[in-house]
């Protein structure tokens, strides 16, 4: 399933290959990175994918006014525990992000830090993606929402190692689909739609509010007169 989430570009002290020169944005890919960090011109630049998901032990979050993303500490992930239900969250969870360095504290395999708590890396934005955003962004097309595939699973990891199964408990939850280079699967918001995509976004919307968006819609007929109105006005 896809999902809107929000893009947003930050500056940044360190090294990246992404920069700023000139209100442009370039990729720098040859030799030493370090290299644009030398040259008072050009800004470093990195970009995130942020949700208003629960922001939890580990996890980065981001203040988009300060421009400022950080770890959560367990007391920062109580202070902020209902953060996400509020309309406009000043901390919003990092789901994705072009930095390389960002690691969670979250189990995996392999390194560890000074506590001994198993190291993964935030999920990763691939660098095809970064170059169709530069190209879109040097056209004066901004970015600022992302579709994100995300996908189901159970919630007891117990039965079927929380694939979705006839056994499963029926408490779905949510999570992002990666690439097994642990990179998200991003598609762009489409703005224009052909006709028969909006004839049929119409008579989805009509089931839903007829119906109860399910196998028990019974007033699925009545929309011929709703066709008939669509074919005359559009």
Same mark, same amino acid.
């Given at each position: 399933?896809?999902?809107?989430? @929000?893009?947003?570009?930050?500056?940044?002290? %360190?090294?990246? $290959?992404?920069?700023?020169?000139?209100?442009?944005?370039?990729?720098?890919?040859?030799?030493?990175?370090?290299?644009?960090? =030398?040259?008072?011109?050009?800004?470093? @630049?990195?970009?995130?994918?942020?949700?208003? #998901?629960?922001?939890?032990?580990?996890?980065?979050?981001?203040? @988009?006014? !300060?421009?400022?993303?950080?770890?959560?500490? !367990?007391?920062?992930?109580?202070?902020?525990?209902? @953060? $996400?239900?509020?309309?406009?969250?000043?901390? %919003?969870?990092?789901?994705?992000?072009?930095?390389?360095?960002?690691?969670?504290? =979250?189990?995996?395999?392999?390194?560890?830090?000074?506590?001994?708590?198993?190291?993964?890396?935030?999920?990763?934005?691939?660098?095809? &993606?970064?170059? !169709?955003?530069?190209?879109?962004?040097?056209?004066?097309?901004?970015?600022?929402? &992302?579709?994100?595939?995300?996908?189901?699973?159970?919630?007891?990891?117990?039965?079927?190692?929380?694939?979705?199964?006839?056994?499963?408990?029926?408490?779905?939850?949510?999570?992002?689909?990666?690439?097994?280079?642990?990179?998200?699967?991003?598609?762009?918001? =489409?703005?224009?739609?052909?006709? #028969?995509?909006?004839?049929?976004?119409?008579? #989805? !919307?009509?089931?839903?509010?007829?119906?109860?968006?399910?196998?028990?819609?019974?007033?699925?007929?009545?929309?011929?007169?709703?066709?008939?109105?669509?074919? %005359?006005?559009?």
């Amino acid at each position: 399933m896809l999902k809107k989430r @929000q893009w947003l570009m930050l500056p940044t002290t %360190k090294a990246s $290959h992404l920069f700023k020169h000139s209100n442009k944005l370039g990729w720098y890919s040859r030799g030493d990175v370090n290299y644009i960090e =030398q040259v008072d011109t050009v800004l470093p @630049q990195h970009v995130y994918i942020l949700s208003d #998901e629960q922001i939890k032990e580990g996890d980065y979050r981001c203040n @988009q006014t !300060a421009e400022l993303v950080c770890t959560t500490s !367990a007391s920062d992930a109580y202070n902020l525990k209902d @953060q $996400h239900l509020k309309e406009n969250p000043i901390w %919003k969870k990092v789901i994705a992000s072009s930095n390389k360095t960002l690691k969670t504290g =979250q189990i995996t395999d392999g390194e560890y830090d000074e506590n001994h708590r198993g190291l993964s890396y935030v999920p990763q934005i691939r660098e095809s &993606v970064v170059k !169709a955003f530069i190209e879109d962004y040097n056209k004066e097309k901004k970015w600022e929402w &992302v579709n994100v595939e995300y996908e189901e699973y159970c919630c007891n990891i117990y039965v079927g190692g929380g694939k979705l199964s006839p056994d499963c408990c029926h408490n779905v939850l949510n999570s992002l689909k990666l690439r097994s280079d642990n990179t998200v699967i991003i598609h762009p918001i =489409q703005e224009i739609f052909s006709r #028969e995509e909006v004839r049929k976004i119409v008579e #989805e !919307a009509y089931q839903l509010g007829v119906g109860d968006g399910g196998d028990n819609f019974s007033g699925w007929s009545v929309f011929e007169d709703g066709y008939d109105w669509f074919d %005359k006005n559009y």
